[in-house]
């Protein structure tokens, strides 16, 4: 069974800046593309920052610039670099992962979401 754990909320002032990070594990073949998403209180989710397992990257307009989302698959893990904090990047921050397992000579890849850490930036 594959898990995605994250890290690195917390509350900071507007201006600081918060790393997340999100670590995979249990047994699967390879991670395709990662994503952070956040949600804001009352708000739909959103996707902020996405990498390939290529590292092509991008961003929400609302982050550009001031986040950067990176990737160590030697440790199965992503990060999301986020400086210049605004209060409107509060919210909570789920990281989600294309996973690639298989059984019995079928390979497939299968969303999964970690449980999601709070961001709060008080102004």
């Known amino acids: 069974q594959v898990q995605l754990v994250e890290s690195g909320g917390g509350l900071v002032q507007a201006g600081r800046s918060l790393r997340l990070s999100c670590t995979a594990s249990?047994?699967?073949?390879?991670?395709?593309?990662m994503g952070w998403h956040r949600q804001a209180p009352g708000k739909q989710r959103e996707l902020v920052a996405f990498?390939?397992?290529?590292?092509?990257?991008s961003y929400a307009d609302s982050v550009k610039g001031r986040f950067t989302i990176s990737r160590d698959d030697a440790k199965n893990t992503m990060y999301l670099q986020m400086n210049s904090l605004k209060p409107e990047d509060t919210g909570v921050y789920f990281c989600?992962?294309?996973?690639?397992?298989?059984?019995?000579?079928?390979?497939?890849?299968?969303?999964?979401w970690g449980q999601g850490t709070q961001v709060t930036v008080s102004s």
């Open positions: 989600r992962a294309g996973v690639v397992t298989g059984t019995e000579g079928l390979v497939y890849e299968s969303d999964h």
């Open positions: 990498i390939t397992n290529k590292l092509a990257t």
């Open positions: 249990g047994s699967f073949f390879s991670i395709n593309g």
